[in-house]
């Protein structure tokens, strides 16, 4: 059995941390936390606005395992295809290989005890309920709790229907709401029966406590007989509840204003939280003027219509999706919807583009939480230009724009999605395309699929010189050169590179690529030993970074300069470049930046002399790697200074040590590895290891500032 007594502060996971909204329901709690203790799925089921996810939420916290309870919310998700990608996300899990999300998660879940809360899933069952399946099987320490309309239909499931409120209840949840309005409820007689009138559903007991500020609830029981007798709802087949629920809704619908009733409708074009500029965008005009919107938009939150929440992107605004699908429904009745659509569509395109433009400067930091925190809405762009007629061009466009969301924040999977996606359609348009393909060569290299990778490029290639441009030339040919850099190609790298920073500089390109553009060039020639030039391009970087506020590109150069300090023997001066570099690379999300700096971190912590703490690190770096691609690209000269710590670290500690602190290692999470590599202590059983500079050792990764003797096992034409 496990710890009911604990408290929601011990717990590990992504539930809210503010579950105070929940009202009554304390013998549903103690029999969902039962069902929970027993049962391995756990499915609870009842009409939308029933208060399915609040109990949920609740008896997730009062019975998470070990492990912790996982929150992932499915209702925005509309395609299928993306079920994984979306609990992949939700357990804040980063792969950047080619492996299938639902590989990720049933390697992550392996071996855990933890509670995943599958909520909103009725639209996606067919796809819930098979990676339900798989999950279950693969993860015995795993339990799942669904959450939505109907039951999945599996094997096993143990069902869990909610039913409404029962009357103290919902009169405790409207007196509660009711106070949140700073107005008192009124009298009690009339409480209880306009909560029974209702049917003790939270959400049209939430929505009539919205009023109040403009009714008392006498007015309330007289306006809400009249909607009970215009809006019925649903068809002879459907649940009471069901058509009192939507009842609810449509009531609270007719007693807005014709402003209201319109913004409401037009609100639902949005895929998930937006802000006012966009609302004030996408929905302004045609009836009702873009500087009213902030009024009309107000009394909608007053009415408990749109939610306001505090977000690290600024304040947002949500709909609940059930109120989400009533207004679109009025929507789609208006003939209004596809324009609505397109100027949702146009929005998000100027938002990608102002964030890619806005990636090189000091903004990026904002960048990458607004970015984060407009994903749905721009898939759901991407989506709408996928899958119209005429816009594919409008898709590569999107897709190509956002590569400093795939590649620099982390999200290598998604992105090679869309721009395979976007690239399979013939749009007639050929800039969009060559970004697109570039993008996509990029993507892939840095997933370590380099044979996609060489054909995304060489396309790219042969159509920018068919069509004379310039830029794409010079992407081209400088993403091929870092793909020759990972196979270990130096000569070829180097020589592509240089040739692809000249385009840029005849071309008047510089951003965040032509500097990674520098920093690559800067790697091949510290591979081939030539250690001042190295420093001396990492050094300009670093400058010009400085000067643009860039904080991304800087990160990798510090990598080469700390590379190079170590290799001079300096160990705190090579430490300070990795913790920022680390820092950086772990605010953005960017795991390939943070697994290059905790492995060089291992060895810069080896010839500190604390040979434990450096093995630790290296499992933790072993970890992270199989999410990223393969470890150290494979490569020869990447792997020099991680096969030279191990071969410190098994000498001073013995072998059997050595595998203890690796495993030790191994069991950090992220977040956990992060923390433990920026942590400016040493260890307390430090083992006493070489002083100064360490530079040679036996063994094959001896003098590993030298050209391997052989290329690589990829073979050097891997690069073309």
Known sequence: MRDHQRGDTSLTGNLPAELDGFVGRDSELGALAAALD???????????????????????????????????????????????????????????????????????????????????????????????????????????????????????????????????????LFTDRAARQGVGPGDGRHVRELCRRLDGIPLAIELAAGRLRALSVEQLLDRLDDRFRLLTGGGREALPRHRTLRTAIGWSHELCTPEERLLWSRLAVFAGPFDLEAAEYVCGGHGLRADDVLDVLSELIAQSVVAR???????????????????????????????????????????????????????????????????????????????????????????????????????LSEGRHWLERALALDSGHEQPRLKALWVLGYVAILQGDAVPALAALQ?????????????????????????????????????????????????????????????????????????????????????????????????????????????????????????????????????????LSIELLALVTATEGDLAEAAVLQGAASRMWPSVGLPLFGSAHYNGPHELCEAMAREGLGDERYEACVREGERLDREEAVGRALRPGRGLDAVPGPRGAVRRTQGPAADMRKPAASPTRKGGETTG
């Open 38 to 172: 027993t049962s391995r799925l756990v499915t609870v089921t009842g009409v939308g606005g029933v208060g399915k996810s609040r109990l949920a939420a609740r008896a997730a916290a009062r019975s998470a395992p070990p492990g912790g309870a996982w929150r992932v919310e499915l209702a925005p998700v509309c395609d299928p295809e993306f079920v994984d990608h979306a609990v992949v996300e939700a357990l804040g899990l980063t792969d950047h290989t080619t492996r299938l999300p639902r590989e990720t998660l049933l390697g992550h879940l392996a071996g855990r005890e933890l509670l995943l809360v599958l909520d909103g899933f009725e639209h996606l069952v067919e796809a819930v309920a098979g990676l339900v399946v798989e999950l279950l099987r693969g993860a015995p320490g795993l339990t799942v709790l669904a959450v939505g309309r109907r039951p999945l239909g599996v094997a096993g499931e143990r069902l869990f229907p909610l039913d409404p409120l029962g009357e103290d209840d919902a009169v405790e």
């Open 459 to 595: 396309e790219c290639r042969e159509r920018a010189e068919r069509s004379a441009s310039p830029t794409a030339l010079a992407y081209a040919e400088h993403r091929t050169g870092c793909l020759a850099l990972v196979t270990d190609d130096m000569a070829r790298a180097e020589t592509l590179l240089r040739s692809a920073l000249h385009r840029y500089r005849e071309i008047g390109e510089l951003n965040s690529n032509v500097l990674m553009g520098q920093v690559e060039l800067a790697m091949t020639r510290a591979f081939q030993g030539d250690l001042p030039d190295a420093v001396r391009l990492c050094e300009d970087v670093r400058r010009v970074c400085e000067d643009h506020g860039e904080r991304w590109a800087r990160g990798y150069a510090l990598y080469v300069l700390a590379y190079a300090a170590w290799s001079e023997g300096d160990a705190g001066r090579a430490r300070a470049l990795l913790t920022d570099c680390l820092s950086g690379a772990h605010g953005f999300r960017d795991l390939l930046g943070c697994v």
């Open 309 to 411: 929440e505090e977000t690290a992107a600024g304040v947002r605004y949500r709909m609940l999706d059930t109120v989400r699908a009533y207004g679109a429904e009025w929507l789609e009745a208006t003939g209004d919807a596809d324009r609505l659509r397109r100027r949702h569509r146009d929005w998000y395109m100027g938002l990608a583009t102002w964030c890619e433009l806005d990636w090189f400067s000091p903004r990026q930091s904002e960048v990458a939480a607004r970015v984060e925190a407009e994903l749905p809405n721009l898939r759901g762009a991407l989506e709408y230009c996928l899958t119209e007629p005429d816009e594919a061009h409008l898709g590569q466009y999107l897709a190509g724009s956002l590569w400093f969301c795939w590649v620099g924040c982390g999200r």
